[in-house]
């Protein structure tokens, strides 16, 4: 069966620091992955996704995430975080076909020290 | 970038009562919606699929008799929490697939929080 897993329930940074958010996931095949963020009061918003190809994958807000298949691996970085990127932060999987489901991991509620 | 809206976005209801949650497209035509639901500072919890214009496909465990839902049409899908008791208390969000947009994409509104006293 599907599963995401991101280990880090919570994770404080200083502001200007480099942040990386970890997820793991298990599936029979390559799935489609992403990773959005949730603050309070707004939807959730996708910061990037990775479908095929390159596998290194650039977001907005700065954010990048590389895909590695022997790690089953799909880890989120930011060289240097704002104040403004304190949120909730969910990885998830799509299986392939067009169902268009998609597993969330656990969260991790990233909290940056000013 | 395409919008979800929710309404409302908090409800408080007494146990027993019905409560309806609208989920709209606003600038797009979403043929597929999903229902999800989020517990305090957990993941997010696929309910069930919403195709326009045929009956949702629900998850294994969620209840369809308690979680009525329906897709009228490409814009708009609503979720019925039927005779609602404090264990459905939850943060309840949608999100609508764009029929024109990439693989596996999908938009989310912004939650409805439903307290049931």
């Not at chain 1, 390559?30 to 949730?38: I, N, S």
């Not at chain 1, 309070?40 to 995430?65: H, M, N, R, W």
């Not at chain 2, 214009?53 to 049409?73: C, M, P, R, W």
Request: net charge positive; glycine share 8%; hydrophobic share 35%.
């Amino acid at each position: 069966a599907q599963s995401v897993t991101q280990p880090d329930i919570h994770i404080t940074v200083s502001e200007g620091a480099s942040l990386e958010l970890r997820c793991n996931y298990s599936y029979g095949a390559t799935p489609y992955l992403f990773w959005y963020v949730q603050s309070p009061g707004q939807g959730l918003q996708l910061l990037l996704k990775y479908f095929s190809g390159d596998t290194l994958v650039q977001g907005i807000k700065g954010f990048e995430a590389e895909f590695k298949r022997s790690q089953s691996s799909f880890n989120l970085r930011k060289p240097s975080v704002h104040w403004s990127d304190a949120a909730e932060y969910f990885c998830a999987v799509g299986a392939r076909g067009n169902t268009g489901k998609l597993i969330f991991g656990q969260g991790t509620t990233l909290q940056v020290k000013p | 970038g395409a919008v979800v809206s929710q309404h409302p976005s908090r409800v408080i209801c007494k146990s027993g009562t019905s409560v309806k949650i609208e989920c709209r497209s606003l600038d797009f035509q979403a043929t597929t919606m999903f229902w999800y639901r989020q517990f305090p500072k957990k993941s997010l919890m696929l309910m069930a699929t919403s195709n326009e214009g045929s009956k949702a496909t629900y998850e294994q465990g969620v209840e369809k008799d308690k979680f009525l839902i329906n897709h009228a049409s490409l814009t708009l899908s609503t979720l019925t929490v039927t005779s609602a008791h404090p264990e459905d208390s939850s943060f309840y969000i949608c999100s609508a697939r764009d029929r024109l947009a990439g693989v596996g994409e999908q938009f989310f509104g912004p939650g409805t929080r439903l307290t049931v006293l």
